[in-house]
């Protein structure tokens, strides 16, 4: 079992922007992290002919998905692609491949060299990603854009209504996760089993991973809590980018701070793999109000 690994759970559209991420890793993984991707079985092909085959451990999954007895394997398949991704990531560490991971996302990439040490301590303890989100709702609210922390804040308290905390609102996101396979066995044994469910049952959308993960660690103290701030920049929405990009910012100077860069899928679609979706004047349309809230960048 290694000590810390890399690890992304991807699909069939996401692949040219893996692959991108898959070029960074190798360009900046100096000491050789084992990077490992999984994907639904019958993407395997596609994934060996955008990669072509080297530089990861490819594992399914199903097999992730089988890894626990209380897992349905029907359900999975039944799930939003959103969702199961969502409880395929925090159940990796049921492979007993590694005690700590690193969870990428595909749209992300490293823009910098990086060691384990930058992830975990001599100990062996992951570094947690902690923090109120201030940054990002004070941005937010300077654009007029309050829906952002309000959606946000929404999350946060379901999430620690879940675990009984008042307090402060904490987020262990954005992405990369920085997760130890300690905090999802406490998890498990101290809330699922006494409730007779599975995490299939209590991740949702209402109850995002990122947030029950971090909770989890403040209730149950798996690990020593070692908090630091957002690995990567997180470009969550285009005006946000068009409003960086405003101010100077560029990928060489993000890498004082950041290891890597994330330019969300969610609105950064040239990046996707097959056709869209959407019809021609609906992709026309996008476009238009990407171009509105670029020029508003200037206000």
Known sequence: MKDFVLYC??????????????????????????FYISTPASQKRLLDQVLHGGGY????DEDIVASNPKADLVKYREMPGGLSQQIIKAEFWRLSLCKNYLCLDSDSKF????????????DNVPYTVLHQNKELFQIAANRGHDKVERDLGSESERVQKLFNRAG???????????????????LDQEYLRERGISIWDLITLDHPESLIYGEALMKYHAIPLIAVEPLFRTY???????????????EAKLARNYFGVIYQSAWDMDGSLGSLNKSLPSRL???IKRFGRYLQSYL
């Open 57 to 60: 451990i490819w594992v399914a």
């Open 168 to 186: 402060p609102r904490f987020y262990c996101a954005p992405a990369p996760f920085n997760w130890s396979a300690k905090v999802w066995q406490s």
């Open 111 to 122: 823009i910098r060299d990086f060691r384990q040490s930058d992830f975990v301590t001599l």
């Open 236 to 250: 969550h929405y285009d005006w946000q980018y068009f409003l960086m990009k405003r101010l100077g910012e560029t």
């Open 9 to 34: 759970k991807s699909y069939s559209r996401d692949f040219l922007r893996l692959k991108k991420l898959l070029e960074s890793i190798t360009l900046h993984n100096v000491e050789r992290i084992p």
């Open 285 to 287: 349309l996008t476009r």
